[in-house]
Protein backbone atom coordinates (compact mmCIF):
# COMPACT_ATOMS: atom_id res chain seq x y z
CA UNK A 1 0.00 0.00 0.00
CA UNK A 2 1.22 3.50 -0.91
CA UNK A 3 0.68 5.79 2.26
CA UNK A 4 1.65 9.34 2.48
CA UNK A 5 1.79 10.64 6.65
CA UNK A 6 0.78 14.86 6.45
CA UNK A 7 3.46 15.57 9.49
CA UNK A 8 4.69 19.38 9.62
CA UNK A 9 7.46 21.66 8.34
CA UNK A 10 7.67 23.83 11.53
CA UNK A 11 9.55 21.59 13.44
CA UNK A 12 11.99 18.52 13.00
CA UNK A 13 11.47 15.11 13.70
CA UNK A 14 12.72 13.43 16.04
CA UNK A 15 12.30 16.60 18.15
CA UNK A 16 15.14 17.89 19.63
CA UNK A 17 15.21 20.52 22.73
CA UNK A 18 16.95 23.37 20.34
CA UNK A 19 14.63 22.49 17.67
CA UNK A 20 11.29 23.00 19.69
CA UNK A 21 9.85 26.67 20.00
CA UNK A 22 8.75 27.79 23.49
CA UNK A 23 5.18 26.84 23.79
CA UNK A 24 5.42 24.17 21.52
CA UNK A 25 5.67 20.37 22.85
CA UNK A 26 7.03 18.45 19.35
CA UNK A 27 4.41 15.69 20.40
CA UNK A 28 2.58 15.66 16.88
CA UNK A 29 5.40 15.57 15.08
CA UNK A 30 7.16 12.61 16.89
CA UNK A 31 3.95 10.95 16.53
CA UNK A 32 3.60 11.00 12.54
CA UNK A 33 7.55 10.39 12.36
CA UNK A 34 6.70 6.91 14.68
CA UNK A 35 3.65 5.90 12.28
CA UNK A 36 5.84 6.88 9.36
CA UNK A 37 8.75 4.63 10.03
CA UNK A 38 6.36 1.81 11.57
CA UNK A 39 4.20 1.71 8.68
CA UNK A 40 7.48 1.66 6.83
CA UNK A 41 8.36 -1.26 9.21
CA UNK A 42 5.71 -3.21 7.85
CA UNK A 43 6.52 -2.93 4.46
CA UNK A 44 4.08 -0.02 2.95
CA UNK A 45 5.51 2.07 0.57
CA UNK A 46 5.61 5.48 2.92
CA UNK A 47 5.82 9.24 2.11
CA UNK A 48 6.09 11.06 5.11
CA UNK A 49 5.74 15.04 4.67
CA UNK A 50 7.81 16.65 7.01
CA UNK A 51 10.24 19.11 7.69
CA UNK A 52 13.73 18.37 5.32
CA UNK A 53 15.86 17.41 7.87
CA UNK A 54 13.76 15.17 9.42
CA UNK A 55 15.11 11.52 9.96
CA UNK A 56 12.60 8.62 9.05
CA UNK A 57 12.83 5.38 7.25
CA UNK A 58 9.88 6.61 5.07
CA UNK A 59 10.39 8.47 1.55
CA UNK A 60 10.99 12.65 2.32
CA UNK A 61 9.14 15.26 0.83
CA UNK A 62 9.55 18.49 2.27
CA UNK A 63 9.11 22.24 1.12
CA UNK A 64 12.58 23.16 2.84
CA UNK A 65 15.93 21.84 3.53
CA UNK A 66 15.40 22.25 7.49
CA UNK A 67 12.47 23.14 10.13
CA UNK A 68 10.72 26.47 9.07
CA UNK A 69 11.44 27.19 12.92
CA UNK A 70 15.25 27.20 12.68
CA UNK A 71 15.10 28.79 9.23
CA UNK A 72 15.50 32.63 10.17
CA UNK A 73 13.83 33.56 6.90
CA UNK A 74 10.80 31.88 7.86
CA UNK A 75 10.77 30.94 11.92
CA UNK A 76 7.63 30.46 13.58
CA UNK A 77 5.96 33.73 12.41
CA UNK A 78 5.78 32.50 8.67
CA UNK A 79 4.96 29.06 9.57
CA UNK A 80 1.08 28.62 8.30
CA UNK A 81 2.58 29.54 4.83
CA UNK A 82 5.15 26.88 5.08
CA UNK A 83 2.76 24.30 6.44
CA UNK A 84 -0.25 24.85 3.55
CA UNK A 85 2.77 24.70 0.98
CA UNK A 86 3.55 21.39 1.82
CA UNK A 87 -0.14 20.12 2.23
CA UNK A 88 -0.87 21.62 -0.94
CA UNK A 89 2.01 19.52 -2.25
CA UNK A 90 1.13 16.41 -0.27
CA UNK A 91 -2.46 16.64 -2.51
CA UNK A 92 -1.13 17.58 -5.45
CA UNK A 93 1.00 14.13 -5.38
CA UNK A 94 -2.38 12.19 -3.90
CA UNK A 95 -4.17 13.81 -6.95
CA UNK A 96 -2.15 12.51 -9.45
CA UNK A 97 -2.02 9.05 -8.22
CA UNK A 98 0.96 8.63 -5.78
CA UNK A 99 -1.17 7.13 -2.72
CA UNK A 100 -3.76 5.13 -1.63
CA UNK A 101 -4.63 6.99 1.46
CA UNK A 102 -3.31 9.91 2.96
CA UNK A 103 -2.66 10.17 7.33
CA UNK A 104 -2.69 13.95 8.42
CA UNK A 105 -2.23 15.61 11.61
CA UNK A 106 -4.40 18.94 10.69
CA UNK A 107 -7.81 19.29 11.37
CA UNK A 108 -9.21 21.90 8.77
CA UNK A 109 -6.57 22.07 6.45
CA UNK A 110 -6.68 18.67 5.52
CA UNK A 111 -9.99 18.33 5.52
CA UNK A 112 -10.55 21.27 2.68
CA UNK A 113 -7.97 19.21 0.82
CA UNK A 114 -9.53 15.65 0.85
CA UNK A 115 -12.82 16.98 -0.05
CA UNK A 116 -11.36 17.53 -3.70
CA UNK A 117 -9.96 14.02 -3.83
CA UNK A 118 -11.46 10.89 -4.11
CA UNK A 119 -7.94 9.63 -2.05
CA UNK A 120 -9.18 8.70 1.88
CA UNK A 121 -7.91 10.95 4.08
CA UNK A 122 -7.98 10.41 7.86
CA UNK A 123 -6.73 13.16 10.18
CA UNK A 124 -5.65 12.19 13.53
CA UNK A 125 -6.46 15.14 15.75
CA UNK A 126 -3.30 16.34 18.14
CA UNK A 127 -5.84 19.10 20.04
CA UNK A 128 -8.82 19.64 21.88
CA UNK A 129 -11.65 20.21 19.01
CA UNK A 130 -13.11 22.63 22.11
CA UNK A 131 -12.04 26.50 20.61
CA UNK A 132 -12.89 25.52 17.07
CA UNK A 133 -16.09 26.91 15.58
CA UNK A 134 -18.98 24.32 15.35
CA UNK A 135 -20.01 26.03 12.33
CA UNK A 136 -16.46 25.08 10.79
CA UNK A 137 -16.56 21.60 12.35
CA UNK A 138 -20.00 20.67 11.18
CA UNK A 139 -18.69 21.53 7.92
CA UNK A 140 -15.81 19.28 7.65
CA UNK A 141 -17.28 16.63 10.00
CA UNK A 142 -17.78 13.80 7.10
CA UNK A 143 -14.73 15.30 4.69
CA UNK A 144 -12.70 13.32 6.26
CA UNK A 145 -12.21 10.36 9.09
CA UNK A 146 -10.79 11.78 12.28
CA UNK A 147 -8.66 9.61 15.31
CA UNK A 148 -9.17 11.04 18.25
CA UNK A 149 -6.60 10.49 21.35
CA UNK A 150 -8.91 9.60 23.68
CA UNK A 151 -12.53 9.11 24.03
CA UNK A 152 -13.05 12.31 25.76
CA UNK A 153 -11.47 14.25 22.91
CA UNK A 154 -14.94 13.56 21.53
CA UNK A 155 -17.64 14.82 24.17
CA UNK A 156 -20.25 16.79 22.28
CA UNK A 157 -18.53 16.46 18.63
CA UNK A 158 -20.32 12.95 18.12
CA UNK A 159 -21.39 14.24 14.21
CA UNK A 160 -17.63 14.44 13.70
CA UNK A 161 -16.74 11.41 11.25
CA UNK A 162 -14.79 9.41 13.82
CA UNK A 163 -12.72 6.18 12.98
CA UNK A 164 -11.91 5.64 16.32
CA UNK A 165 -9.71 6.34 19.30
CA UNK A 166 -6.41 5.68 19.48
CA UNK A 167 -4.40 6.83 22.12
CA UNK A 168 -0.57 8.15 21.56
CA UNK A 169 1.65 5.26 21.67
CA UNK A 170 5.45 5.18 23.08
CA UNK A 171 8.92 3.64 21.26
CA UNK A 172 9.30 1.46 24.05
CA UNK A 173 12.92 0.34 22.54
CA UNK A 174 13.76 4.26 23.49
CA UNK A 175 13.76 3.33 26.73
CA UNK A 176 15.21 0.96 29.27
CA UNK A 177 13.05 -0.83 32.02
CA UNK A 178 14.60 -0.09 35.59
CA UNK A 179 13.06 0.57 38.84
CA UNK A 180 15.20 4.25 40.56
CA UNK A 181 15.14 4.82 44.44
Same mark, same amino acid.
Request: aromatic share 8%; proline share 5%; hydrophobic share 40%.
Given at each position: ????????????????? $???????????????????????NRGH????????DTDT???????? *??????????????????????????????????? =???HSRY??? *??????????????????????????????????? $?????? =????????????? =????????? =?????????
Open positions: MSLAVLSSPVLTAPPTE $RSVPPGWSGSPENVMLQIANGLSDVTLFASGKAKLESVG *SQSSYEDPEIGVAGHKQHELSLIAKCYEMAGKGAF =DAVLTE *SAAAAQLLKVPTISTLHSPLHGTSEQILRTIANAQ $RYVSLS =DRQRIGFEYMNFA =DTIYNGVDS =DLFSFGIKY
